[in-house]
């Protein structure tokens, strides 16, 4: 027997807006609005430099792991690095592809990298760096 058509239950999906506060990180507050790319590039940037599995406010999807790779060859740190970036950002249904990784040391810090790399997203495309 075949299910009642009334019974069954309508799936929409949503789509979640991208406007959200601006944070200085310098100052530590939260001052003004922004959307699409900033807050997109904003939220890179919160995950990255959030550890994954430390804070119970986020799910264990959230975050980005990088401890475990203090004092390994840099070799390796380089490829699993560019990995760990790809899975951590994989979350946001706004980005649609990480690429074009490049990495430099940082003069005099044995242990820091600087990353640079692409990001296709449903606003266009643009670049992203930090140090890691």
């Known amino acids: 027997?075949?299910?009642?058509?009334?019974?069954?239950?309508?799936l929409k999906i949503i789509k979640m807006p991208s406007m959200t506060y601006k944070i200085?990180?310098?100052?530590?507050?939260?001052?003004?609005?922004f959307d699409e790319v900033n807050s997109l590039v904003q939220t890179i940037y919160k995950i990255l430099m959030t550890k994954r599995y430390v804070y119970a406010i986020y799910d264990w999807n959230y975050g980005f792991e990088i401890d475990d790779l203090i004092g390994m060859p840099k070799g390796f740190v380089k490829a699993e690095i560019e990995n760990r970036i790809i899975d951590a950002l994989s979350i946001d249904d706004r980005i649609e592809k990480v690429y074009d990784f490049e990495f430099y040391d940082i003069k005099n810090d044995k242990?820091?990298?600087?990353?640079?790399?692409?990001?296709?997203?449903?606003?266009?495309?643009?670049?992203?760096?930090?140090?890691?």
């Open 1 to 10: 027997m075949l299910p009642d058509r009334k019974s069954e239950t309508a």
């Open 24 to 33: 200085d990180f310098k100052k530590k507050r939260a001052k003004g609005y």
């Open 111 to 132: 242990f820091s990298l600087e990353v640079k790399f692409k990001v296709l997203s449903i606003f266009g495309d643009f670049d992203f760096e930090m140090e890691v």
